[in-house]
C-alpha cells in the first residue's frame, strides 16, 4: 500500500527533473548557436531579491533556512530577470543539497559596475581537486550524494558568459562553501 502511494510522487519529481534536464540542453543550444535572447529590463534590485526570497519560502523545504544580506543600495539594474532567478535558484539548490547546517546565505551588491551575488553554506566544503569540475558538463562533486548537477552549473556558467559575466566558486573547510557570479550591467538609482 505504502509503495503504491509513492509511484505518483516518483513520477512527478522524475518527470520535472527530465522537464529541467530538456530546459537545460534547449538554452545550452541557444547559446551556442548564438540564439539565446536576453530580455534586459530595468527593475529594482532590492524587489526582486524580496520577492525571490518570498518565493523560495513558499515552495522549499522547510528544513533549509534562506538568509539574504546586501548593502540596501536602493539600485536599479538592467539585467533579465528571469535569468537572474534563473541562476541563483540552480546554485541554491545545489547548494541547498548539500547544506548540513540548514542555512543558506545569498549575499549581493552592486559591485565594478555590475552585479555580484554570492550563494554560501558555512557548513561543507568541496575538495580542491573537485572544483575545477563543476562547471563541466555533467560532472558529478559526490556521485554518492542524492544531487547531480548535470548541466545546471554548467548552463548558468555560459549564460553568464553569453552575457559577459563570470562565475566561480570558493571553498575551504574552515570557512564552507561560497558559490559567486559576477555580470555587468547598468546601475541606477531608486527615485
Known sequence: MFFTLLIPY???????????IS????????????NLIFSHVEFDIDRFFREFKADVNAAKNPDVNLMIE???ERKTVDLDPSMLNRIITTLLNYVASFTQKRIVIINYKIK?????VSVSDPSFAIKKERQKYLFE???????????????GLPVCKA??????????????????TTFWFWVPCKIGDLA
Open 10 to 20: 516518483i513520477i512527478d519529481e522524475n518527470s520535472a527533473l527530465l522537464l529541467k
Open 23 to 34: 530546459d537545460d540542453v534547449l538554452t545550452l543550444s541557444q547559446i551556442e548557436s548564438g
Open 70 to 72: 546586501s548593502f540596501d
Open 112 to 116: 565594478d559596475n555590475g552585479l555580484y
Open 137 to 151: 558538463r555533467f560532472e558529478n562533486f559526490d556521485r554518492s550524494s542524492k544531487y547531480i548537477p548535470g548541466i
Open 159 to 176: 549564460i553568464l558568459a553569453n552575457d559577459n559575466g563570470k562565475i566561480g566558486v570558493e571553498s575551504e573547510p574552515e570557512t564552507g
